[in-house]
């Protein structure tokens, strides 16, 4: 009889933990800024020169700030687009090429459709090979 109790314990202490968790990413993660904001994105080509971009927008997410532009292409995912193409410039997935997208030089851990942007702020978009 001992040993279900410990494991009713367990399991309401795990189901605790997971609501928790649950509450404070949906607290603390980042909102998109409501309004106009002006943001910068910078797209580093394969050759290495650079071309930036300024756009004063609406949207709130990367992805529709970056279709605003019209600098993106990709395939759909069930993680949202997968980036193919930056400023005309295509990546071969079978050569180990890539867009990596950062902000502030520190490489995103969200999809250009979950990254919420807030004014002032600077994305890079670099072609990269190797995985």
């Known amino acids: 009889m001992k040993k279900n109790t410990k494991i009713i314990?367990?399991?309401v202490v795990l189901a605790a933990l997971i609501v928790g968790a649950a509450l404070l990413y949906k607290t603390f993660a980042p909102a998109a800024q409501v309004g106009e904001k002006h943001i910068e994105?910078?797209?580093v080509h394969a050759d290495g020169v650079s071309r930036d971009f300024s756009l004063d927008t609406?949207?709130?997410?990367?992805?529709?700030?970056?279709?605003?532009l019209g600098i993106i292409?990709?395939?759909?995912?069930?993680?949202?687009?997968?980036?193919?193409?930056?400023d005309g410039e295509s990546a071969d997935d079978s050569a180990q090429e890539w867009w990596c997208f950062t902000?502030?030089?520190?490489?995103l851990m969200t999809s250009v459709d979950n990254t919420m942007i807030?004014?002032?702020?600077?994305?890079?978009?670099?072609?990269?090979v190797g995985w």
């Not at 292409?73 to 930056?86: H, I, M, N, P, R």
Request: aromatic share 8%; hydrophobic share 35%.
């Open 103 to 107: 902000k502030g030089g520190e490489m």
């Open 9 to 11: 314990i367990a399991l």
């Open 58 to 68: 609406d949207a709130e997410t990367l992805r529709a700030a970056l279709d605003e």
């Open 73 to 86: 292409e990709g395939d759909e995912g069930e993680y949202g687009l997968y980036v193919t193409a930056v």
């Open 41 to 43: 994105i910078e797209v």
């Open 118 to 128: 807030q004014d002032g702020e600077h994305y890079e978009a670099t072609f990269t």
